[in-house]
């Protein structure tokens, strides 16, 4: 495989010969108490099965289907439940920055920022994610070629920073649709940053349902599978107590009682392919 620069949190390692690390979280923040119970049955399974674990929660999905969906508590609510959830479960947090002038906050509690795929080519943003010297994960946009991210790579390395992550999250393909061209996991690992497969947005059915997304969670686990043997770094999943009841996303999230069932096959692929 590909030497690349390793990613370090803490004691967490991205981008070495370990285990990959699992990214898991709810799409949109709903309230402090099922942020807890979520990230209490995350960080005790990973716990047992021996991988790293980041917790991810958006404060504000500000790229909502409709005007009246749900978008989370917002920048400072947001804000104090992850810096809890840290706190508590000493775990690494997550969640997205769409404007500069989020950045500065949000790096005061998030371990690491992301920079959600509609939003990747914003140099303004990239630079100030690059500045504040946080892990920088990256989500590739559904209408960006592989090759097209290393432009990206460029503008955060023009701060100094090589705290880099890179995400697939599958292309756009005709309307309301994604494929994932699993070719994009290689072409971005050779750029030298470890990479991250979104494997529950990659089945989202982007407005799909007319005034909301769709999603087929039923495809996550094949998709997982071949993402893990194609060496990744990370998984980035999006998880519920009960999908039907998400306020964003449900439909590809997945439910907290099959992830052990999910994690194992992968764990076990992962070890052969970085023996």
Request: charged share 20%; net charge negative.
């Amino acid at each position: 495989m590909t030497s690349i620069k390793p990613v370090s949190i803490g004691d967490l390692h991205l981008g070495g010969t370990g285990p990959f690390t699992l990214i898991a979280g709810p799409c949109a923040l709903e309230d402090l108490d099922s942020s807890r119970r979520i990230a209490g049955f995350m960080k005790n399974l990973t716990d047992q099965l021996g991988i790293g674990y980041v917790f991810k929660g958006s404060y504000d999905k500000a790229n909502r289907t409709s005007v009246d969906a749900f978008r989370g508590p917002g920048l400072n609510a947001g804000l104090d439940i992850l810096a809890r959830i840290k706190e508590e479960f000493s775990v690494p947090v997550l969640s997205d920055v769409h404007d500069v002038s989020q950045v500065e906050l949000a790096a005061q509690v998030l371990d690491i920022l992301q920079i959600p795929a509609f939003l990747c080519r914003q140099t303004d943003l990239l630079v100030a994610a690059g500045n504040s010297g946080k892990v920088v994960n990256v989500k590739k946009g559904q209408f960006q070629a592989p090759w097209d991210m290393k432009s990206v790579v460029g503008k955060l390395e023009s701060t100094g920073n090589r705290q880099i992550l890179l995400t697939e999250r599958g292309a756009s393909f005709g309307y309301n649709n994604l494929v994932v061209d699993m070719r994009s996991l290689v072409i971005m690992r050779e750029m030298g940053y470890p990479v991250i497969f979104d494997a529950t947005h990659a089945v989202q059915l982007p407005g799909g349902q007319g005034s909301c997304s769709g999603g087929q969670r039923e495809y996550v686990g094949a998709l997982s599978r071949a993402a893990v043997a194609m060496g990744i770094d990370g998984l980035f999943w999006e998880v519920h107590e009960d999908p039907a009841c998400a306020l964003c996303d449900g439909p590809n999230s997945l439910y907290l009682r099959d992830l052990k069932a999910l994690l194992q096959p992968l764990l076990e692929i992962d070890a052969v392919v970085k023996r």
